[in-house]
Nanobody, 123 residues
Framework: QVQLVESGGGLVQTGGSLRLSCAAS????????IGWFRQAPGKEREGVSC????????YHADSVKGQFTISRDDAKDTVFLQLNNLKPEDTGIYYC????????????????WGNGTLVAVSA
């Protein structure tokens, strides 16, 4: 049984930073790409960042490029998402999800999901 568990969310002011973690178990972690999605109230789930297997290439949506950084530690079966210079529009529930090897970052195509962690950014 595969589990993905997010942590690190919270309430911050505009300009603040958070470091989200996605801890995985029950899968060959090094063979999976890990993506991050976010969903604000009343909006569709949006893919924001992804890192491919074997510490490979990274992808960030235009909306967060230069603001978020994704990394992975295969020895710890964990992926991190560093959120810097946060803005109110970054508010939402952040989910991590796994797909085999390569980032596609399409919500309906992800193989496994965590339950999310809330990021709230106040003005």
């Amino acid at each position: 049984q595969v589990q993905l568990v997010e942590s690190g969310g919270g309430l911050v002011q505009t300009g603040g930073s958070l470091r989200l973690s996605c801890a995985a178990s029950g899968l060959p972690f090094a063979h999976y790409a890990i993506g991050w999605f976010r969903q604000a109230p009343g909006k569709e789930r949006e893919g924001v960042s992804c890192i491919s297997s074997n510490n490979g290439s990274t992808y960030h949506a235009d909306s967060v490029k230069g603001q978020f950084t994704i990394s992975r530690d295969d020895a710890k079966d964990t992926v991190f998402l560093q959120l810097n210079n946060l803005k109110p529009e970054d508010t939402g529930i952040y989910y991590c999800a796994a797909e085999f090897m390569i980032c596609a970052l399409v919500a309906k195509g992800m193989d496994y999901w965590g339950n999310g962690t809330l990021v709230a950014v106040s003005a």
